[in-house]
């Protein structure tokens, strides 16, 4: 079955610090792997992609990891601020063009002034 | 501006009164979805449409109908609704060559 874990399942730091969300993933095939931000109530939206080929993407202070081999990918949030304050969902694809994403259940980051 | 456009956002109602909750999407994806989401659990699919006249159950299917007749609308129905479809519910539409799903802002259902 396929399946995606995220960890830590919350997360409290201070602003202006670093932090690291992990997603380990058994899906297969594997097409890309997406972080996407969620702001309370609001709809999630993406943050980065990683197809298989990549090891490293970043969009600004975000930075995503991928290692297919082991199958983790990591999100890397640098000089965190407020507004980092959200949950952070790994989404892992067989296919861009069908078949269903696998969702984990996301990662809670409190950023504390 | 390329967006999922989702109503109602809130809505209270009771136990076995029918309702519907639209989904409109601009961006001509042939792909879109529903889920439901709740405290403590991630996102769980509900339904999804690989294209008109195209719809297949997701993980909690129970007590949903959707419809696709035309590509830019996916409405979710609740025939029957009970409490236990309280919940906040995402409508999003999936982008066939980057595989991006583009999110609605969300329509919050309390049934009591």
């Known amino acids: 079955k396929n399946q995606v874990e995220q960890s830590p399942q919350s997360l409290i730091i201070l602003e202006g610090k670093n932090c690291t969300l992990q997603c380990n993933y058994t899906v297969s095939p594997f097409s890309n792997l997406r972080w996407y931000k969620q702001d309370t109530g609001r709809g999630p939206v993406s943050l980065t992609i990683?197809?298989?080929?990549?090891n490293t993407k970043s969009n600004g202070r975000y930075t995503a990891t991928l290692d297919a081999d082991t199958k983790q990918s990591s999100l890397h949030i640098t000089a965190s601020q407020l507004s980092d304050s959200a949950s952070y969902i790994c989404?892992?694809?067989?296919?861009?063009?069908?078949?269903?994403?696998?969702f984990g259940d996301g990662t809670t980051l409190t950023v504390k002034p | 501006e390329a967006q999922v456009t989702q109503n109602p956002r809130y809505l209270i109602t009771v136990t076995g009164k029918k309702l519907t909750v639209t989904c409109s999407q601009n961006m001509n994806h042939e792909y879109m979805s529903w889920y439901r989401q709740d405290p403590g659990l991630g996102l769980r699919q509900i339904y999804y449409?690989?294209?008109?006249?195209?719809?297949d159950k997701g993980d909690v299917p129970e007590g949903y109908k959707v419809s696709r007749k035309e590509k830019r609308n996916f409405p979710l129905i609740l025939e029957s609704p009970s409490p236990n479809q309280t919940s906040l519910y995402f409508c999003?539409?999936?982008?066939?060559?980057?595989?991006?799903?583009?999110f609605g802002e969300g329509s919050r259902l309390t049934v009591l």
């Open positions: 449409s690989m294209n008109v006249e195209v719809t």
């Open positions: 989404v892992v694809s067989p296919n861009t063009n069908a078949g269903k994403s696998t």
């Open positions: 999003a539409s999936r982008g066939s060559y980057t595989g991006e799903l583009f």
């Open positions: 990683m197809t298989f080929s990549e």
